[in-house]
């Protein structure tokens, strides 16, 4: 991911895990503690701090405190745990890392298709075939037009406009009757907590239901046009099927339009501070859950154009827009696909503990194998040698260094190999042919440690995790 948000151009740089709870954009939902979905806590000023719960909100304070002396448009990427005070479940967590990119500085709807092929390029770059998942766009300008057209504007319908958004967001995690439940009273899930819905009245619904069905098969373009034909003539309907049209024929120009990028008037994003173009990465391919049933996996990125936040700290508008990869999600779902390798990473040479009153010199052999770059410790506990032997085994050693008094006398350590050790303890019948082979043992001069520790690791001289 870090490399194709360089390809395009984009520079890192990091952000706190906690936030001052105003600069997140919470408000406080009850008299004495903001939740909504953030881990909220007082300081001794009685001062509200929050955990962050995405990376774009400690951006925007960010940005908004060295305006002045950072590049206009700002591009840059940041990754990091963020904290959602909400329901765990398959492949969401409470806590869980993200990897973003954003572009501050500019309106122009070309920085949103950059977005959108950029994290497709970044999907491809982790193995996900072309095909294995869609990049879907919409407006949350058209939303707003249609429930303006149902009689929700202004500022006393606020909470049901929200609440309305984050209804269609879950579309396709709910399907169509959690969302209609949810878009009226409210819906209970199959725990029995209950989740209180956006209150709108039947016929309210059924237009909402209208516009997240319309039509949005073939071409980007073609899509964004019928849409318009959908959402009616509201300013705030027309804003958006104008950016929607020009996002299409941006990301056809570059070569998206073959299915990677597709207008999806179902999406929407949960948070209240996108004022645009919305985006979303769903991962298309089967898997099967923990009942043995085939689903399938869902968003693993999103993100979208969020022109009010940056200005809320200075005073003046400034336009945003950005893209988020879940990596704890994602990670879960390429391991369901099979295609993260699943074995545990290879831990360090052990030097065993045959004689505490020569402990000094056990150490040294420690540090020899260190200075030659190689990853070594020496056993701290005080068990025997059989103990030692099964603790090299559960820190996954790929050898063990022994040197007894023998060894020591003759200049000499004993180097096994514990991996081949294995394989080949498994072909050997019984205890006696195994004590006089003594599989994968070998005992080489001191002065040849190193070297022996190298052609086991397969280094070939070079430094671990090195060129």
């Known amino acids: 991911i870090r490399r194709v948000y360089e390809r395009y151009g984009f520079e890192p740089v990091e952000t706190p895990a906690i936030e001052y709870t105003e600069a997140l954009g919470k408000f406080l939902p009850d008299e004495d503690r903001p939740n909504e979905g953030v881990f909220s806590f ?44 909400e329901k765990p479940g398959p492949g969401r967590f409470r806590q869980f890392m993200q990897f973003d990119a954003d572009t501050v500085g500019t ?34 300008k058209i939303l707003d037009g249609v429930l303006e057209s149902i009689g929700l504007s202004g500022e006393e319908n606020v909470g049901k406009r929200l609440a309305a958004m984050r209804a269609v967001d879950k579309l396709y995690r709910l399907g169509i009757d959690g969302v209609r439940a949810l878009l009226g009273e409210g819906r209970r899930d199959e725990s029995g907590d209950f989740t209180r819905g956006a209150g709108l009245s039947p016929n309210q619904v059924e237009a909402v239901f209208r516009f997240v069905g319309a039509p949005r098969s073939g071409s980007a373009e073609e899509a964004a046009a019928r849409l318009e034909e959908v959402v009616g003539a509201t300013p ?16 056809n120009a570059g070569g998206y339009g073959d299915g990677r990028v597709v207008i999806d008037p179902s999406v929407v994003r949960g948070l209240e501070y996108y004022t645009g173009l919305v985006f979303e990465v769903e991962l298309t391919f089967e898997t099967v859950n923990e009942k043995g049933e085939k689903v399938r996996f869902g968003s693993v990125a999103g993100g979208g154009r969020y022109d009010g ?54 150490q040294a052999l420690a540090a020899r194998l260190r200075q030659a770059g190689i990853r070594a410790e020496m056993y701290t506990g005080t068990s025997g040698m059989g103990a030692q032997m099964k603790y090299a085994d ?74």
Request: glycine content about 10%; aromatic content about 4%.
């Open 107 to 140: 309106a122009s709807v070309t920085a949103d298709a950059e977005m959108c092929m950029m994290v497709a390029d970044a999907m491809e770059a982790l193995g996900i075939a072309r095909g294995d998942y869609v990049v879907r766009v919409s407006s949350r």
């Open 42 to 85: 007082q300081d001794e000023d009685e001062q509200w701090l929050s955990l962050r719960y995405d990376l774009t909100a400690p951006l925007a304070r960010y940005v908004a405190e060295n305006y002045d002396r950072l590049p206009k448009p700002y591009r840059s990427y940041r990754e990091g745990y963020v904290f959602r005070n």
């Open 309 to 362: 936040l940056v200005g809320r700290f200075r005073g003046q508008d400034v336009p945003a827009t950005g893209i988020s990869i879940g990596v704890s999600r994602l990670q879960a779902a390429l391991s369901a696909l099979g295609r993260l390798e699943d074995k545990a990473p290879r831990g360090p040479v052990v030097v065993l503990v045959m004689d505490r009153e020569r402990i000094a010199e056990h």
């Open 236 to 251: 705030s309907g027309r804003d958006g099927s104008a950016a929607l049209a020009e996002l299409a024929a941006l990301v």
């Open 394 to 467: 559960r820190r996954g050693a790929p050898a063990v260094v022994i040197q007894g008094s023998d060894e020591r006398a003759k200049g000499e350590v004993t180097v096994k190999d514990l991996a081949e050790g294995k394989r080949l303890s498994e072909e050997i019948a019984d205890r006696e042919t195994w004590r006089e082979g003594r599989p994968a043992q070998v005992t080489v001069p001191e002065s040849a440690l190193v070297s022996e520790i190298e052609r086991i690791l397969g280094t070939g001289g070079k430094r671990e995790g090195g060129p």
